[in-house]
C-alpha cells in the first residue's frame, strides 16, 4: 500500500519515466562523442588559425557560408532537420572564430 506522502503512479507514467531515463542516458553518450569531435575540430582550428595571414581570413564569411551548404546538405541526406543543424554550426563557427581569434593574437 502506498504511502500518502508517495502516491504509486500509473503504470504508464511509470513506463514513460523509465524510457525517459534512458533516452537522457543516451543523450549524454552522444553528447560525450560530440564533445570529442568539437575537440578535434578544436585542434584543426587552432592549425588553421596558425596559418592564416589577418584575423579576415579568420571570418572568412564566404568559407562560413559553403560550410553551412555542405552541413546542410549532410543533414538533408541523413534526414536530419537542416535549420536546426545551420543553427547550431552557426553558433558553433561563431565560437571558433572568436576562438581561432584569440589564438592569432597569443604570443
Known amino acids: ?3 500518502p506522502q508517495t502516491p504509486e503512479r500509473p503504470k504508464s507514467e511509470s ?3 523509465e524510457q525517459l531515463k534512458a533516452v537522457r542516458i ?3 553518450e552522444v553528447d560525450e562523442q560530440m564533445v570529442g ?3 578535434r575540430r578544436e585542434r584543426l582550428v587552432r ?3 596558425s596559418l592564416k595571414d589577418d584575423d579576415e581570413s579568420v571570418r572568412a564569411p564566404a ?3 559553403q560550410v553551412i551548404a555542405n552541413v546542410r546538405s549532410f543533414a538533408e541526406k ?3 532537420d537542416p535549420t536546426v543543424v545551420e543553427r547550431t554550426y552557426r553558433s ?3 565560437a571558433f572564430i572568436e576562438f581561432e581569434l584569440k589564438v592569432r593574437r597569443e604570443p
Open 78 to 80: 541523413l534526414d536530419v
Open 37 to 39: 569531435l568539437i575537440s
Open 47 to 49: 592549425r588553421a588559425g
Open 26 to 28: 543516451a543523450i549524454n
Open 15 to 17: 513506463v514513460h519515466a
Open 63 to 65: 568559407r562560413v557560408e
Open 92 to 94: 558553433m563557427i561563431d
Open 1 to 3: 500500500m502506498p504511502s
